[in-house]
């Protein structure tokens, strides 16, 4: 009986010892718990075959996801309303110091490379686009493009997924600055509502993440890719599509990072979220999905075509 009882009290010692929060609630620890995260829309399949691969394995885990812009993803994660975000940028000097003033330190990991993809409708044959033709686009000349296309293979339309997109703030950074887009540009809804757009409208162009498209065993991106067709972007060093070999090299000029930011002040199931996504595993999830891994070597093999 002595015994017995002896290890009741260990046992609601141990208990009382776990790590709780104010109002007495379990804390989450890097394998278990329930957190909120917020991510760029943009991002969505990478983000869901991380989190759909890391319940799997840990199954006391549980990522809720709030599909967002950029701007409203990182918004999030200052006001303490997410854990973690996933973006297309680190985080600016004022944002930083916003964290720095509660008391949080931000971890900042690039976890891949991807990019932008330019879309058009199946029956456009003209899909190349040189890259100083992008930049007149954005700024406003739309006409000088269309008067160098063939007939019929003109747009009227350039369509992107949403108004605080990281598309757009990407393309004003690194293609062109300009202050604001010209009329012909417009924002959806989603990056999917982009591809059904442009499927259904021979002068529209969009613009969307490379995830959307880039995984060959996803039923979504098959069926997209089968609605649309791909462009190709020329510059001084030729002409690419946003293949990953093309990521990789930095040929493709629309590259950009995947970057995971956490504000979490202890090792809890954030933690353990991004440090699966930094692993062997969750790098090989971005592998296959079509992207670049940052924190893994990749092999790039080029197929020569002439015979012996």
Not at 109 to 132: F, M, N, R
Not at 155 to 169: A, H, K, L, T, Y
Not at 269 to 297: E, H, N, W, Y
Request: proline fraction near 4%; glycine fraction near 6%; aromatic fraction near 6%.
């Amino acid at each position: 009986m002595k015994k017995i009882l002896g290890l009741v009290v260990i046992l609601a010692f141990l208990m009382g010892c776990t790590d709780r929060d104010k109002q007495g609630k379990l804390l989450d620890t890097p394998t278990s718990g329930t957190i909120t995260i917020a991510a760029d829309e943009a991002l969505k399949p990478l983000v869901d075959a991380e989190i759909a691969a890391f319940e799997g394995i840990y199954q006391n885990a549980h990522i809720n996801v709030i599909y967002t812009s950029e701007v409203d993803a990182i918004d999030a994660l200052l006001a303490d309303s997410a854990r973690l975000a996933f973006v297309t940028r680190k985080l600016e000097e004022n944002e930083e110091k916003s964290l720095l003033n509660q008391i949080i330190t931000p971890r900042q990991l690039v976890l891949a490379k991807d990019g932008i993809a330019l879309i058009a409708h199946p029956q456009i044959s003209d899909t190349l686009i040189e890259l100083e033709e992008l930049k007149k686009i954005l700024m406003g000349d739309l006409a000088a493009v269309n008067a160098t296309r063939a007939k019929g293979m003109a747009f009227s339309e350039i369509v992107f997924d949403q108004p605080n997109s990281g598309i757009i703030r990407f393309l004003r950074e690194s293609v062109v600055q300009f202050d604001s887009l010209p009329k012909y540009c417009f924002a959806l809804n989603s990056n999917a509502a982009v591809v059904d757009y442009v499927s259904k409208k021979p002068q529209a162009m969009g613009l969307i993440d490379v995830s959307w498209i880039s995984d060959s065993d996803d039923s979504t991106a098959n069926s997209f890719l089968k609605s649309i067709r791909v462009m190709s972007i020329s510059s001084d060093s030729g002409s690419f599509q946003p293949y990953q070999a093309y990521l990789a090299t930095k040929k493709y000029p629309l590259a950009r990072d995947v970057v995971m930011i956490s504000r979490e002040a202890r090792t809890g199931l954030g933690s353990g979220f991004l440090t699966f996504c930094a692993s062997d595993k969750g790098q090989r999830i971005v592998l296959k999905s079509g992207l670049v891994p940052s924190t893994m070597p990749i092999r790039i093999v080029e197929i020569n075509h002439e015979p012996f």
